[in-house]
């Protein structure tokens, strides 16, 4: 469980400690204009690695891809340590994309594995809270080491990445030493290289265009071009994976399963609401409120702790009674209310307010994530394990990515003719018009640069805030208001507008139907699986999945295979008769 935990930990943390450091990182290698390029290259990697994991991990057993995941972040991290430009980090940041692509869904297959999924919510708690931590712990990390000059002689920021190497090296060897699970039948099956190729065509071009689209305009040739060579290359992948059959890296007839397919579409949905408000929120405390970033990552700690809390009641709750449908009510419910009650924040509003709007998401996300996965993973066979994970992992990245464009999208737009409209407001003030004439004068250059070109009537001078938004926490309190205002505002339209994705989510929910949760995990239930078959007694097989018998009872989970695997082993004591544990590697 460490090991796994371990894992989760180093994608989770990697993720929110570069994006505090980022900035300090590009002016250090001279390419603040190519530091989105860092960010997308790995979103790139990582998102097209995650069904192949799946599938792989499926054909020739999870550990040795897990392991090579870890390794390949690893070695990842040590080459972005040592980047000497922009484009050898972007470079090194799709290399380390590559591990990061198979961390946390497999995490969770094998955690899928060892656990049923009814005793598998207590678990996964866990892994969220893990999640959730390093949303806090990874700010805070990261502004300290970017604010460092050198610490033991290597430039702060480059620990930035260094401090993913100890870590990833204790995961690596407490998998390798504790980690045992049955050896798994080679699989004859040929790879569906095709459809990885085609996959790439197709979500290149999108996630490029998700991140670049709003510097380039969404309108743009370069743009459209990205939409059409990703439009042709998605229906290409549908093809070739209907080509594929069961063999496909996504086979489509997961999609047949009504269950599986509406919880795809819930996590595209989820996911975006999800990214799409958490990245609104530091933007807030940033610029609003006038936080660091290390501040304002403990800022967002009751967002955490909700989280955390839903999880884990959730989760206890899960595998008493094993029920699940009514946490994804209760989480889309409180995820819709929180990013509405989030809506009337503006710039006036008490810091304890917002938190405990922040708190209230926290706990709806907690109670939503978790049943989400055990739901999908629950719906298809125990052999679908790995690419059914992978599946709902790939696609509620790619709503965040979706979500993120979008929602910064709207920030943006709103923010020229906001703080327009609140500069004309404060020009017949005679507070600002004072303050204005005074800061002409001042020694701070933010205020002498923004007063001059405000008494010229440069509308240049306010244009260079929003480009570089630190320079709101620069200006008095006076001149920055109006800026101030105008963020709030326009932030307050885009919380409308997530909150309208999480209230599709919640329509969406509704529609989704309950299937009994197998009491067993995917190892143990694909052993009785086969050895029912081959004692001719395959209806038992559907019994020992965890659907009701035909007397109406369910059966009763094992206790023993998370004990198991803890000593090493993965074995079940159900059954007639002990049955060995595999003791190999997979």
């Known amino acids: 469980m460490s090991g796994l935990l371990l894992g989760m930990l180093l994608a989770a943390l990697d993720q929110t400690i570069v994006s505090t450091a980022i900035r300090t ?199 459209i071009l ?99 449908r009514i946490f994804p009510l209760i989480g889309a419910s409180m995820l819709t209310l929180g990013l509405f009650l989030l809506h009337f924040v503006n710039a006036d509003s008490p810091l304890w307010v917002a938190m405990i709007f922040m708190a209230c998401t926290g706990f709806g996300l907690g109670n939503l994530m978790q049943p989400l996965t055990i739901a999908v993973q629950n719906a298809l066979p125990p052999k679908d394990m790995g690419v059914s994970t992978a599946a709902a992992t790939f696609f509620r990245q790619i709503g965040g990515t979706m979500g993120v464009a979008v929602f910064l999208s709207i920030l943006f737009a709103q923010l020229t003719p906001n703080i327009s409209t609140e500069m004309k407001s404060a020009a017949t003030d005679p507070a600002f018009q004072h303050a204005v004439v005074e800061a002409a004068h001042s020694s701070n250059p933010a205020d002498a640069a923004l007063a001059k070109g405000l008494l010229a009537q440069d509308t240049s001078a306010a244009g260079g805030v929003l480009k570089d938004s630190s320079i709101v926490q620069q200006l008095s309190p006076e001149l920055a208001r109006p800026f101030k205002v105008g963020f709030a505002e326009s932030m307050s339209t885009v919380f409308l507008s997530v909150t309208g994705m999480a209230l599709l989510a919640l329509i969406l929910v509704l529609f989704w139907k309950e299937v009994p949760l197998r009491t067993v995990g995917g190892i143990e239930a694909a052993r009785d699986g086969a050895t029912k078959s081959a004692d001719g007694d395959g209806p038992d097989v559907v019994e020992r999945a965890g659907l009701l018998t035909a007397g109406g009872e369910a059966v009763s989970p094992s206790q023993d295979v998370l004990a198991n695997s803890a000593n090493g082993t993965v074995g079940s004591t159900n059954g007639a008769g002990p049955r060995s544990g595999g003791a190999g590697s997979a």
């Not at 998605?234 to 599986?260: Q, Y």
């Not at 700690?301 to 009674?321: A, E, F, Y």
């Open 25 to 223: 990182i590009a002016d250090d290698l001279d390419g603040y204009s190519m530091q989105a390029w860092a960010t997308t290259a790995y979103l790139i990697t990582a998102t097209l690695a995650t069904p192949l994991y799946g599938k792989l991990s499926d054909m020739f057993g999870r550990k040795p891809f897990f392991m090579a995941a870890i390794s390949i972040f690893v070695v990842g991290s040590l080459l972005c340590t040592m980047a000497q430009s922009m484009y050898e980090l972007a470079a090194f940041r799709a290399f380390q994309g590559l591990g990061a692509g198979g961390l946390m869904s497999l995490a969770l297959t094998i955690l899928g594995d060892i656990v049923s999924p009814r005793e598998r919510a207590k678990y996964q708690g866990y892994f969220l809270a893990v999640f959730g931590t390093s949303s806090v712990i990874g700010p805070v990390l990261g502004g300290v080491l970017a604010g460092q000059d050198s610490i033991l002689g290597i430039s702060g920021w480059r620990w930035v990445f260094l401090v993913n190497v100890p870590i990833g090296l204790i995961a690596l060897g407490v998998v390798s030493k504790v980690l045992k699970l049955p050896k798994r039948p080679h699989s004859t099956d040929r790879v569906d290289w095709w459809g990885v190729l085609v996959l790439a065509i197709g979500l290149v071009p999108l996630l490029v265009v998700a991140e670049q689209g709003r510097e380039w305009g969404w309108g743009s040739g370069r743009s």
């Open 226 to 324: 990205c939409y059409v060579i990703g439009l042709l290359g998605v229906i290409g992948f549908v093809l070739v994976e209907k080509s594929m059959k069961d063999k496909a890296l996504i086979p489509l007839r997961m999609f047949a399963n009504k269950t599986f397919a509406l919880g795809v579409v819930i996590s595209v949905v989820v996911g975006s609401a999800m990214f799409g408000g958490i990245s609104l929120l530091p933007q807030y405390l940033q610029v609003v409120r006038g936080s660091s970033p290390t501040l304002a990552g403990l800022q967002m700690l009751p967002m955490v702790l909700g989280m955390m809390t839903g999880s884990v009641v959730s989760g206890q709750l899960i595998s008493r009674t094993g029920r699940y």
